[in-house]
């Protein structure tokens, strides 16, 4: 691989993820932009055998590259020879019978025991600001096995508590609590990706374990609201590659519209990464 030169914070966080994918496991993928490219191009890369499925229901499909702008789902091109074309309820199905091995998701807000918003900020009923809501995220949260998170570095998200429940982490934390809230055993969430940092559950508590090289530990946790615990080993994750740049900027995100969506861009000035204020 060959070591990019220049590249945006969103980037960095679907390249981390893109090398969690797995051979032989099947994905759910929330919506289209970072959970799918992330999906997308660790298939394309590291783990030719991963199969997913879409959030509104198609499974298994062969989209034909490049995309469209925004046409990740509900698209031609998208559900080009999908094994099938099912609905957000058949999806779900799946996912109840433990066919679904990881579900990747986007949020607004996470807690510490992993309890994702993606519908209300402020007091639910009162003053604050009402967005989507979760779709499909809720299902994917409840019943996949595993749960990968991809959201940005800020202490408006990495909060104690959130402010609604949109879909279920570990709820309260305590041993059995989604078990009793009729949640699959053993499912939950497994990673949180940052462009900054990597983030799992010990046990059932958010941890900080990896971070990106031109990113201290101190100013992770500065931008969290609610500190996480952290590895008594914080590794260092790798940063994108050329390799994986050009797939995501030429087929999957061609015009740059979830790329440069947010965050800052990170250079190559001849000894080290530096991330541009």
């Not at 797995?22 to 191009?41: F, I, K, N």
């Not at 983030?199 to 958010?206: I, N």
Request: charged share 25%.
């Amino acid at each position: 691989m060959t070591r990019a030169e220049a590249f945006s914070e969103r980037e960095v966080a679907m390249c981390t993820v893109a090398r969690l994918v797995e051979d032989g496991r099947t994905y759910w993928a929330a919506g289209g932009g970072t959970p799918l490219y992330s999906v997308l191009l660790g298939k394309k890369l590291y783990a030719q055998g991963a199969q997913y499925v879409t959030e509104d229901g198609v499974i298994a499909p062969e989209p034909l590259l490049p995309f469209e702008p925004m046409m990740t789902m509900v698209a031609s091109r998208a559900v080009h020879r999908a094994l099938a074309w099912g609905t957000m309820n058949s999806a779900g199905i799946h996912a109840q019978l433990g066919y679904m091995d990881y579900g990747v998701l986007n949020t607004l807000q996470v807690d510490q025991h992993g309890n994702i918003n993606s519908t209300f900020l402020g007091e639910y009923g009162g003053t604050g600001r009402r967005f989507g809501g979760p779709g499909g995220a809720d299902t994917i949260a409840a019943c996949c096995w595993r749960t990968i998170l991809i959201t940005d570095q800020d202490k408006r998200k990495f909060v104690r508590e959130v402010d609604f429940v949109s879909s279920p982490g570990y709820l309260d934390g305590t041993p059995g609590a989604r078990e009793r809230a009729g949640l699959p055993r053993d499912t939950g969430p497994w990673r949180v990706v940052t462009p900054w940092a990597m983030y799992d559950y010990a046990p059932r508590r958010l941890r900080l374990m990896a971070r990106v090289p031109w990113v201290s530990t101190e100013e992770i946790l500065a931008e969290c609201e609610w500190k996480p615990l952290v590895a008594d080993e914080v590794a260092v994750l790798e940063p994108p590659t050329a390799e994986e740049l050009e797939i995501l900027r030429t087929e999957l995100d061609v015009r740059g519209q979830t790329t440069d969506a947010a965050g800052s861009w990170i250079t190559w000035d001849g000894e080290k990464y530096v991330r541009q204020a």
